[in-house]
């Protein structure tokens, strides 16, 4: 098959890859679905219980005077029980609860600290291939300068100090160059990893860039959500 162009990936989709790999995530969701379990087994304290009982019985007697007599019996039962206060079980339940919104709180927490790696990963490969191709276009540009210094040379209108400062400015953005690539290899792996894919292409931002506005605008109004943050919920859990 001939090979295909590789197809960029939006920082959405590779969100959506990176919630089903990554471990410290997955770990966290695991925790709290047996977190969710627990606490369903404890509610089971609280319910009525219900029992169904039956027995039967057959009696045959063959006495060698008397005819022969047969005795069935069938016995059954119903019980149900539920109890009005029950100090431990209320307790048990009230645990089971609160471990599960602790579990919950640190899957929140989780979550947001994938968000914040994977944005991190993303944006350091758009930014090393950036740097890469300014690295590129700076030896190139020197590159230029080192021929022009050559043929100065050549023909009597440069010194040999010119050309080998040309020569060594072009070595330096040749050092540069190799650099921004080992970079941006390093970086590219480090998502690769991330979101469980090879050879992931991020899409670069649009141009002109236009961020939105925070909301909510005002700092104060973000310091008074501190009670919805994850970690304080479970602080206060805890």
């Known amino acids: 098959l001939a090979a295909l162009p590789a197809r960029a990936q939006s920082l959405?989709?590779?969100?959506?890859?990176?919630?089903?790999?990554?471990?410290?995530y997955l770990a966290a969701r695991a925790l709290a679905d047996s977190a969710q379990y627990r606490a369903?087994?404890?509610?089971?304290?609280?319910?009525p219980t219900v029992g169904l009982?039956?027995?039967?019985?057959?009696?045959?007697?063959?006495?060698?005077?008397t005819s022969r007599?047969?005795?069935?019996?069938?016995?059954?039962?119903?019980?149900?029980?539920?109890?009005?206060?029950?100090?431990?079980?209320?307790a048990t339940m009230s645990q089971a609860e609160k471990s599960l919104a602790v579990a919950q709180a640190d899957l929140q927490t989780a979550e947001q600290e994938l968000i914040v790696r994977l944005a991190q990963n993303y944006f350091d490969v758009l930014a090393a291939q950036d740097a890469l191709t300014t690295a590129q276009a700076n030896k190139k540009a020197i590159g230029e300068q080192l021929a022009s210094a050559k043929r100065n040379f050549e023909v009597g209108t440069a010194?040999?100090?010119?050309?080998?400062?040309?020569?060594?400015?072009?070595?330096?953005?040749?050092?540069?160059?190799i650099a921004a690539d080992n970079d941006l290899r390093t970086k590219r792996i480090a998502l690769d990893q991330l979101v469980g894919r090879s050879?992931?292409?991020?899409?670069?931002?649009?141009v002109p860039v236009a961020l939105p506005a925070t909301v909510p605008p005002v700092v104060d109004e973000w310091v008074s959500l501190v009670e919805q943050a994850p970690s304080v919920r479970r602080a206060q859990l805890g």
Do not use: H, M
Request: net charge negative.
């Open 12 to 24: 959405q989709e590779l969100y959506d890859a990176a919630l089903s790999y990554d471990a410290t």
């Open 69 to 90: 007599k047969n005795t069935n019996s069938l016995q059954a039962g119903l019980a149900a029980e539920q109890w009005l206060f029950n100090r431990a079980n209320a």
């Open 53 to 65: 009982s039956a027995i039967g019985s057959r009696a045959e007697t063959d006495p060698p005077s």
């Open 199 to 206: 050879n992931v292409a991020p899409k670069p931002l649009a």
């Open 159 to 177: 010194t040999i100090t010119d050309t080998r400062e040309a020569q060594a400015r072009f070595d330096l953005a040749t050092a540069q160059e």
């Open 40 to 47: 369903e087994q404890a509610k089971a304290l609280g319910r």
